[in-house]
């Protein structure tokens, strides 16, 4: 039964569209928007589509400011521009002409369940048809996409975006101190896409696919309810990497960490590349490897270079990672045996030690029904925080387990309340607690507590009424989750990242 309640509400959360939220303050004019499309093997579908930015980019010598912006999951390949379209409307629309003039580059890959509607339409005839026909098996079968998704994403992060961009940045730019400042935006899964980018090691595995050559221009990364595991994130940037948090976001407190317990999410695609002699296939190659693929008898210009072709027409390529895909399931099956209690009995030692009453009622907080009286019992205690509201108690899986998008996972990332960080390079208070911002500006990760502000439902209804949470809350898997454009965190998240947006009012 509450396997069908949670596909009923996946298909309506996927199918309604949350209420538009308010637009941001301007990153600057944008002058261009692009989409560089991968595959399900985390290659570029057209190389063509990175000869066209590096065209305009080098006809466009103004340009200040490039974002790299990535979806998360529950999006489709097929509409990505569409989608950042709309983000973009959102998140980055320019006001007046103040601003470094910006370049826009989204990642479009296909994060959706669509097997039904791609079956449906090969045999239907009517497009239309096909695609409602196939609207409830695709929704049914969502959930568990999840494995597949998080591993696409690590293969696009790690691997094909990087090797897009080096060559785009390279040939655009090829002093790389003119190179334009980045700004890296990530949503859910998305945030595991550009956090591939501030990494080279994925859990166990060094990535031996080339490093992202204009990482010493990334001034700073938002990521928006991050669908990843702490340790995946970049810990000691060189510039400021916030991360909302929420207390409503269902999928990142309740399903994430569910997955998790099965296959590892941190570490399932990293097995796959210890098998193999290097991580992530390079989407391009250089001249001669290109002829021999896809023109073996054509003597052609050494200038030219030709991209390879997929890794579905590489047989040997194919074979190869195959193999290494089914020698790493295994590992990673053993791996989650292993690390799931380990991580578990850690964050248990953690909570008892820290305070044994708190680490119980917190546990009880989290229960429908039962919620309600703790909740009560908080109030009547006069306590500043709720009970629940900061940790999960004995449901705490740990740190390898949970995502940091849940308010509170381990002590040390200190979140605090939405207003508290309004001037971070002046206010001490936000200095002590984050640990991260230097007297010039922020550095590392910074956690921003959003919960009164990322709240809306999957029913479009405010998870911060109470009696909302208590009853409509109890059956909402997804929650708050992409509830995430809304104006008041993403102007404190500019201002923190990047020191040039309206503060927030108090």
Same mark, same amino acid.
């Given at each position: ?10 298909? $309506? ?105 791609? $079956? ?83 859990? /166990? ?16 990364? /938002? $990521? ?37 317990? $099965? ?69 990673? /099956? ?17 909570? /008892? ?154």
């Amino acid at each position: 039964m509450r396997w069908l309640i949670t596909t009923a509400l996946c298909a $309506l959360v996927i199918a309604s569209p949350l209420a538009r939220p308010a637009r941001a303050e301007p990153l600057g004019p944008i002058a261009e928007m692009y989409v560089l499309s991968f595959n399900r093997w985390g290659e570029l579908r057209s190389p063509y589509e990175a000869e066209l930015i590096r065209e305009q980019l080098l006809e466009r010598r103004d340009i200040e400011r490039i974002v790299i912006i990535s979806h998360g999951w529950a999006n489709d390949a097929e509409l990505s521009y569409e989608n950042y379209r709309e983000m973009v409307a959102d998140l980055l629309t320019p006001r007046g002409s103040g601003g470094p003039l910006t370049v826009v580059i989204g990642v479009g890959w296909d994060s959706s369940q669509t097997g039904f509607r791609k $079956l449906f339409n090969d045999l239907i005839p009517f497009p239309v048809l096909a695609n409602w026909l196939a609207y409830l098996p695709d929704a049914a079968m969502f959930p568990v996409s999840f494995w597949s998704k998080a591993a696409m994403a690590d293969r696009i992060g790690y691997g094909g975006l990087r090797t897009a961009l080096n060559e785009i940045f390279e040939q655009s730019y090829p002093d790389p101190d003119d190179r334009p400042e980045i700004l890296l935006i990530g949503h859910s899964f998305g945030a595991r896409v550009v956090s591939g980018l501030m990494k080279d090691r994925l859990a /166990l595995a060094e990535v031996r696919a080339e490093p992202f050559h204009s990482a010493d221009r990334v001034r700073a990364a /938002l $990521l928006f309810q991050p669908a990843l595991a702490l340790p995946n994130l970049h810990r000691n940037a060189p510039y400021p990497i916030v991360v909302t948090q929420s207390r409503h976001d269902h999928a990142n407190s309740f399903l994430f960490p569910a997955a998790n317990i $099965l296959v590892n999410a941190y570490s399932f695609t990293s097995f796959e590349g210890l098998l193999r002699d290097r991580v992530f296939g390079v989407v391009t190659d250089t001249v001669e490897r290109g002829a021999d693929a896809v023109l073996p008898d054509i003597k052609i210009d050494t200038d030219l270079q030709l991209p390879l072709p997929p890794l579905a027409n590489r047989p040997s390529d194919l074979f190869e990672r195959g193999m290494a895909e089914l020698a790493s399931v295994p590992f990673a /099956l053993a791996y989650s045996a292993v690390t799931t209690p380990v991580n578990y009995v850690a964050a248990q030692a953690q909570g /008892l030690l820290r305070n044994p009453l708190d680490h119980t009622l917190d546990t009880l907080a989290q229960l429908p029904a039962i919620e309600m009286f703790v909740d009560g019992a908080s109030a009547l205690a006069g306590r500043e925080v709720a009970w629940g509201e900061r940790s999960k108690g004995f449901l705490d899986l740990g740190l390898l387990n949970e995502s940091p998008a849940r308010v509170l996972v381990a002590p040390y990332q200190a979140p605090r309340e939405f207003p508290l960080i309004r001037e971070p390079a002046r206010d001490d208070t936000a200095t002590a607690a984050a640990g991260v911002c230097g007297t010039e500006r922020c550095r590392g990760l910074i956690f921003l507590d959003a919960s009164h502000q990322i709240d809306t439902g999957s029913f479009g209804l405010s998870l911060e009424r109470r009696w909302v949470d208590y009853t409509l809350g109890w059956i909402d898997p997804i929650g708050s989750h992409a509830d995430y454009r809304k104006q008041e965190v993403i102007d404190v998240m500019l201002h923190i990242a990047l020191g040039d947006a309206p503060q927030a009012d108090p």
